[in-house]
């Protein structure tokens, strides 16, 4: 019995930091929360390391002084082809989608050369909560995305409501 408690205990642990979505919202919803609504596909995927600008460096040999618990956060990077813009400003053919790194934290991962409408934000979003002073890629066509939005596989009847809005 105390096995199954412990397995259990286990278990459980896990599961308890995974990412928690709320309701998903409707798309008029949706398009009326977020920054960007764009369709495009995926051109390439990689990660990058956004640094802790809290680090203290000694200026004559670079050497790190202050040693923080966590210096860099690693982010899903991804460029993406413009197709159609519903909403937001995009100055390019061709643009960065940031994430979380895996589903349990609530990141969006894409397949290169799939078709997606996307609905993102021009900040980060429920990623640079910790105690660093991160200063993730922002700006111009530069969006987040989260895996509690309404990003997804192109599909022609989400396409078909967006027209209409």
């Known amino acids: 019995m105390k096995n199954y408690l412990l397995i259990l205990l286990f278990f459980s642990s896990f599961i308890s930091f995974a990412c928690r979505c709320e309701n998903e919202k409707n798309i008029k919803d949706e398009f009326e929360f977020v920054d960007y ?3 495009g596909k995926i051109l390439s995927i990689d990660t990058i390391n956004v640094i802790d600008s809290n ?4 200026p004559i040999d670079n050497r790190v002084v202050q040693e923080l618990p966590r210096q860099s956060i690693q982010v899903a990077h991804f460029k993406l082809e ?3 813009i519903y909403k937001g400003v ?3 053919k061709t643009i960065d989608l940031y994430s979380a790194p895996s589903d349990e934290s609530c990141g969006f991962i894409f397949k290169k050369g799939l078709s997606y409408v996307i609905y993102g934000f021009s ?5 640079f909560d910790d105690t660093g002073d991160y200063s993730p890629p ?3 066509n530069k969006i987040w995305i989260t895996r509690c939005g309404r990003t ?3 599909k022609l009847n989400e396409l078909k409501i967006l027209d209409t809005i």
């Open 37 to 39: 609504v764009v369709v």
């Open 55 to 58: 680090q203290i460096q000694n």
């Open 82 to 84: 413009i197709n159609k």
């Open 90 to 92: 995009i100055t390019k």
């Open 123 to 127: 900040k980060p979003v429920m990623y």
């Open 138 to 140: 922002e700006g111009e």
């Open 152 to 154: 997804r596989i192109k």
